[in-house]
């Protein structure tokens, strides 16, 4: 198999980002960048995966409400990734969803959010520190597997979260409130989780917590079939 190549949604070299490009270099893989729609065209087709990362709330409006208590919202960066949802379930490339990218993978498939959850001192972060929280994962899912256990610990730092679920979307890890913490979808190559592995593992890696890479190389092995057949294709 060739070297694979993950496209991150997001500047390189953008502090925010480091963190994603760190863990696609400690999985062996190539990094590209998406960061704007010219790049749906130039980058996007030569991607094994695309990382969809943490970031800003989405519009209400794309899931039918008006904003109560939505922040920072940035309709060019919902644009962009809804057109890389479109051109990836229709050519099969697999897409990992981190946080937001978890709810914007949810409200492309037509689901819904709640704009700010009840349950925050135990989910939203204060600065930079993010909060700690056990969870249950379905067993036989693959993050149970990759853990060999179905209790999670895991960071957090959400004020939002799945409200109604996306058609084809199946929970697979619940928090110890009941929150969706991680979905799959039944019939694309499409995983996300609510918190955030990147900030698991490597300089970030913490005690209290799962390892993040093993996540992510679970990822690669739940991808894996797909991945093949699309270097196939291209060579």
């Known amino acids: 198999m060739d070297k694979l190549k993950i496209a991150v949604v997001g500047k390189k070299h953008e502090k925010r980002n480091d963190n994603y ?24 087709p030569y991607a094994d995966m695309v990382i969809i990362p943490g970031g800003v709330d989405i519009n209400p409006a794309l899931y039918g409400e008006f904003n109560t208590d939505s922040r920072d919202i940035d309709d060019d960066l919902d644009k962009v990734e809804f ?17 937001r990218g978890l ?20 989910h939203t972060n204060i600065g930079l520190v993010d909060k700690v929280h056990s969870g249950i994962a379905k067993e036989g899912s693959f993050i149970a597997e990759a853990y060999g256990t179905t209790d999670i610990t895991v960071n957090s730092a959400h004020h939002q979260d799945i409200k109604l679920l996306g058609e084809g ?14 979905v799959i979808h039944k019939d694309y190559d499409i995983a996300a989780v609510q918190w955030h592995p990147e900030r698991m593992c490597l300089k970030n890696k913490r005690e209290d917590t799962v390892c993040g890479l093993t996540f992510f190389e679970a ?15 291209i060579s």
Do not use: M, R
């Not at 057109?83 to 897409?95: C, D, F, G, R, S």
């Open 21 to 44: 490009y760190d863990v696609v270099s400690a999985l062996g893989a190539d990094s590209l960048e998406i960061v704007g729609e010219d790049d749906l065209k130039n980058i996007l």
């Open 83 to 99: 057109q890389i949802l479109k051109y990836a379930v229709e050519n099969h490339i697999p897409v990992l969803g981190i946080c």
């Open 103 to 122: 709810q914007i993978i949810n409200v492309f498939f037509g689901g819904t959010l709640t704009q700010n959850i009840d349950s925050c001192d135990i």
């Open 169 to 182: 979307l199946e929970p697979i890890q619940w928090s110890e409130d009941g929150i969706i913490e991680a």
């Open 219 to 233: 990822v690669i092995d739940q991808f894996f079939n797909h991945i093949v057949k699309k270097q196939n294709k």
